[in-house]
């Protein structure tokens, strides 16, 4: 008997963990048991992915790099994946804006409502307030210069610094083309091997992500807040929502006019990857799931996967930009402010660079939220009205953040011709043929 597809199981796990978990608040004990039993091995799955982040990033930037051999196809390929990357980013902000000025959900607010929500999610909003302003009180070229680590090893040591890794591969990569060939052949020798382990582990990992989405999923319904607030913000999330769909919509029409590959092909191949974007809420967890994907799935040459891939989860967060539009507006709306168009542009502005600042971690989206709400003086106490749902919609706008990456890099191989017919593995997905 055929084994059930990668993403089918995936799904199953996800929705027995929902069943699960909402079997279990029933009984007084039940909470407990989740947090104590289920959730750890939840947590075991996230972090053995976040694992292999660093030593993946090493090895295959290096080879993609050292194989480009020549540093303008470098720079022609670094040009064209920021250039569509902010082209993507600017779509995306402008679809949620576009969306929440015409459904308007904060219009439809009660006073009442308002209050109660900001009151009880005031503490939490406070504490993203504070991590928010630390970023603020950065100079302007303070990002330029976190680029640049002083050291690799302690760069390497924190998943939060994926773009000095990404750095250092980048020139090493680079002293590796510019070296006499036979002196860097065993280099990349042993970068090809080291890379070929990363991604056997990766599908050892995925073996078993049916089971760590059901310990997520669990999890995150008996720590989720009640349905009540959920109910109120209701229109807000559908906005997000929307949003997120629509822009989906557009990556698919992009992957189809640009590279003629059907939105079934894209999905099918992309499905692991983004449910598991939606069970973890980080991109950064699920990258070496989407560079498997990419590559092996959509075909998508190595030397382009993991140059852009790495750099996209860091720096394209589509699905966090539209979200801090919608957010933005919603919140103005609510506090009965109304934006002019000026504002508006400051919020394409902004959100495009709040998003490519936010880390590829959980809730990063929100705290970056803050800088977008005080450009376009907007109270930043409306946080606490949108904080019930935050969860649930950062899972999506995680989805559209990992799509869009893989959308461009397939747009950046056509380009550059590297966009090959997919060879799935024959051991891939637990499916034997
Ligand atoms: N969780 C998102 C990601 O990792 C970032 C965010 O929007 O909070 O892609």
């Known amino acids: 008997m055929r084994k059930l597809e990668l993403h089918w199981q995936i799904l199953l796990g996800m929705l027995a963990g929902v069943l699960f978990a909402l079997a279990m608040v029933q009984l007084d004990w039940g909470p407990k048991f989740i947090s104590d039993w289920i959730k750890p091995f939840g947590n075991i799955f996230i972090n053995s992915l976040k694992l292999i982040a660093v030593p993946l990033i090493l090895a295959s930037l290096i080879k993609g790099v050292s194989d480009l051999k020549d540093i303008s196809k470098l720079s022609q390929m670094g040009g064209r994946t920021i250039a569509i990357y902010v082209c993507t980013t600017v779509i995306a902000v402008t679809i949620g804006l576009g969306v929440v000025n015409i459904i308007k959900p904060g219009a439809s607010i009660s006073e009442e409502t308002r209050l109660e929500l900001v009151e009880n999610y005031k503490g939490d909003a406070d504490a993203i307030k504070t991590k928010a302003d630390k970023q603020k009180e950065a100079g302007p070229l303070q990002a330029l210069e976190d680029l640049v680590p002083s050291n690799i090893f302690k760069a390497a040591s924190d998943n939060g610094n994926m773009l000095q890794v990404i750095f250092f591969a980048i020139f090493f990569g680079i002293g590796l083309i510019l070296i006499p060939e036979e002196q860097a052949a065993p280099v990349k020798k042993f970068f090809d091997g080291f890379n070929e382990v990363i991604l056997k582990l990766i599908d050892l990992i995925m073996l078993a992500a049916p089971f760590g989405v059901f310990a997520l999923l669990a999890a995150l319904i008996v720590e989720s807040p009640s349905l009540d607030l959920f109910k109120a913000l209701a ?199």
């Open 235 to 433: 229109w807000y999330a559908l906005c997000v929502v929307l949003g997120l769909a629509l822009m989906l919509g557009v990556y698919l029409i992009m992957v189809w006019v640009f590279t003629k590959t059907s939105p079934n092909t894209f999905m099918k191949g992309m499905s692991p990857a983004q449910l598991l974007a939606f069970s973890t809420s980080s991109s950064a967890a699920t990258l070496p799931v989407t560079m498997e994907r990419v590559e092996e799935h959509l075909g998508v040459d190595e030397e382009v996967t993991s140059f852009v891939l790495p750099i996209g989860a860091t720096i394209n967060m589509d699905g966090t930009s539209l979200y801090q539009a919608v957010a933005a507006v919603f919140i103005a709306q609510a506090f009965g402010m109304d934006l002019s168009l000026t504002a508006q542009l400051g919020i394409i502005v902004t959100a495009t660079l709040a998003s490519i600042g936010s880390a590829a971690v959980p809730g990063a989206g929100m705290v970056m939220l803050v800088i977008v709400l005080a450009q376009a003086g907007i109270p930043e106490a409306g946080l606490a009205l949108i904080f019930a749902v935050d969860r649930p919609l950062d899972m999506c706008r995680t989805v559209v953040n990992v799509s869009g990456d893989a959308t461009v890099s397939m747009m950046v191989a056509k380009s550059v011709d590297k966009l090959n017919t997919p060879k799935v593995k024959n051991w891939d997905d637990n499916y034997k043929k």
